[in-house]
């Protein structure tokens, strides 16, 4: 009986992904991707946060643009680096309290841009599915227009910047298997993340960093090939980490909530 091989085309980039074909014989592959992802993005604080954003939530909706690179050797070792951004356009509601000021209105300018750099190692079953595993280093930050020291004063409002930056480890492990012509993927992952909390504001600076966290990633997605070279690809994509802050000479200790969920859709071109 023909024993099994790995086909590169079906290497998902994402969160590690790799499916069978019986058909090609693994070699060293490059591919090129480039997509977009309607995604809703959530910070949360908790009762403890600091003054003006205690038990709020921000909230964003906007379609992110991803671009990638990914190689994977015969010995199927793969390296994928991605990179995404939110769309220039993007706002936030955590001030939908704030009133005058410039800008007025409920939102406020928001970004979002992460990268992630992951690689793995692929295992070929004998009934056609594939087994991997994964790890990789994860950054991300997020910029938020807000009042001057994170208040909301009456009258005028003077508005400022928040950042929140994340990085830290994930490793995970993901399914792949043929289906309907193409092939699908499940993956899951958790993360080991650290963040900071920070703004530009020149009346009330702030900066506090928040400890080590464990968050988590899932990811479902479907790959379909057309040509020699090109794929199409689909997935729904949800994230969760929790960011524990330290007590500083200002604020109590406080924890953070970041949610990110997305259904997107990509091309890549395999060389």
């Known amino acids: 009986m023909r024993s099994p091989t790995f086909k590169p085309w079906m290497l998902l980039p994402v969160v590690a992904a790799a499916f069978l074909s019986p058909a090609a014989q693994a070699q060293d592959t490059f591919r090129v991707y480039a997509g977009l992802a309607p995604t809703t993005y959530s910070i949360a604080f908790d009762n403890k946060s600091p003054t003006a954003y205690t038990s709020k939530t921000a909230k964003a909706k906007y379609v992110a643009s991803n671009v990638g690179f990914s190689w994977i050797s015969p010995q199927r070792i793969y390296v994928d680096l991605s990179l995404q951004k939110s769309g220039g356009s993007a706002t936030h509601d955590l001030w939908k309290d704030a009133t005058g000021g410039n800008p007025p209105g409920p939102e406020q300018d928001f970004s979002h841009d992460s990268e992630v750099l992951t690689a793995g190692y692929i295992h070929v079953l004998s009934e056609g599915q594939t087994l991997s595993g994964f ?74 960093d928040a400890k080590a966290t464990v968050g988590f990633s899932f990811n479902a997605g479907y790959t379909y090939r057309f040509g020699q070279a090109w794929a199409v690809a689909g997935d729904y994509r949800l994230q969760a980490y929790r960011y524990g802050f330290k007590q500083s000479t200002t604020t109590q200790a406080y924890n953070v909530t970041e949610k990110i969920s997305s259904i997107g859709a990509r091309v890549s071109y395999q060389f």
Do not use: C, H
Not at 139 to 163: E, H, I, N, Y
Not at 172 to 181: F, I, R, Y
């Open 135 to 208: 790890g990789g280093l994860r950054r991300g930050k997020t910029t938020l227009a807000a009042p001057q020291g994170g208040s909301v004063p009456a009258g005028t409002l003077t508005w400022s910047k928040d950042f929140f930056e994340s990085k830290g480890v994930f490793f995970g492990a993901a399914l792949g298997m043929p289906a309907s012509g193409g092939s699908i993927s499940l993956s899951g992952a958790l993360a080991l993340l650290g963040g900071r909390w920070s703004n530009d504001s020149t009346t009330n600076p702030y900066s506090n």
